[in-house]
């Protein structure tokens, strides 16, 4: 019984890891379609947070479509539309981790982050999830290989990816009220 499980384990292991790479790559060559859902208004800010957030590690431009719909629309309202989607996109990340498989280079700068991850779990993850930075698919994936549960980890992620974008989202609404 015991055996059975742990390959069940495996395959879903190896499953979330390659569904996570393939998502990276689609969204990554997809890139320009993903500036278009803006226009859907507050799902469409959503859709394309969660993609740009989705991809693992490839750089997807989600907090400029932030920034510009806080100009437009209500930016709390924006903000909460992309945190919520950043939030989920992020699960690529966790799911990567979870999978078991080493994806990141273990460096000093891992094991600091590992350390602190250990430490302080949750607020690391709220911290890395509002600090603007390409960083925190590392975060995620940490997150996911020392399992940490994962209504923790969306969660913490959440409150700091919608504080993190209602500055972005109020940001564009100041600026475009600078010059209307």
């Not at 959503?46 to 590690?57: E, G, K, M, T």
Request: net charge positive; charged share 15%; glycine share 10%.
């Amino acid at each position: 019984m015991m055996e059975k499980q742990t390959t069940k384990t495996k395959i879903l292991r190896v499953g979330a890891l390659l569904f996570v790479v393939i998502l990276s790559i689609v969204i990554f060559l997809n890139r320009d379609l993903v500036d278009q859902l803006e226009f859907l208004g507050y799902p469409g800010i959503f859709a394309a947070s969660l993609l740009s957030n989705a991809s693992l590690i490839l750089p997807v431009p989600g907090i400029l479509i932030t920034s510009a719909m806080g100009a437009v629309f209500n930016p709390v309202w924006v903000a909460v539309a992309a945190g919520s989607g950043a939030t989920i996109g992020e699960l690529s990340g966790y799911l990567a981790g979870f999978s078991g498989q080493s994806v990141v280079e273990k460096t000093k700068w891992h094991d600091k982050l590992e350390h602190w991850m250990l430490r302080f779990g949750d607020l690391t993850i709220l911290v890395l999830a509002f600090v603007p930075n390409p960083l925190f698919d590392v975060a995620g994936i940490m997150a996911g290989a020392l399992k940490l549960p994962v209504y923790r980890f969306l969660l913490f992620c959440l409150i700091g990816k919608i504080l993190k974008m209602l500055l972005f989202a109020y940001g564009g609404f100041y600026i475009s009220n600078l010059f209307l």
